[in-house]
């Protein structure tokens, strides 16, 4: 689907108009999550009862359901049982969707989503802030 311009809806429109109308247009940009948590009793009963289960396609099948792409999934050794890479153009309340479900299945806690980020424009904004701001004292 391919949204159109506000000339393409109505070519009488002019200037001002079609700045309005074409304001809305959001940028689709690639996110990376680094997706991570813990399983219950209620998971580790069932990793025991069949061990030989796939954990990575069931994860990959959930980050698909929301339009990303799992680029790997990792079974851990240490305070998180599991740690997955997603990326695509999810946006955070898709990582947040896929939190929701797991945790509300019961067999999964814990669930932490950190979004990859670019330090050197944060940086740059935090300069241009900085450049304006009086601390108190």
Do not use: H, W
Request: glycine share 10%; net charge neutral.
């Amino acid at each position: 689907f391919k949204q159109k311009t506000a000339y393409e809806i109505m070519p009488s429109l002019v200037g001002s108009e079609m700045c309005i109308r074409d304001s809305y247009k959001k940028e689709v940009t690639m996110a990376k999550f680094i997706v991570m948590g813990n399983y219950t009793a209620q998971a580790f009963k069932g990793f025991i009862g069949n061990p030989d289960q796939d954990r990575a396609a069931a994860a990959t099948a959930l980050s698909e359901a929301v339009g990303g792409k799992m680029e790997s999934f990792m079974i851990t050794r240490g305070a998180y049982d599991f740690v997955g890479v997603v990326s695509g153009s999810i946006g955070f309340e898709g990582a947040a969707a896929v939190k929701l479900a797991v945790e509300a299945s019961g067999a999964i806690t814990n669930f932490t989503i950190l979004e990859e980020m670019d330090m050197g424009k944060a940086a740059g904004m935090a300069s241009k802030a900085m450049a304006n701001y009086k601390p108190a004292g």
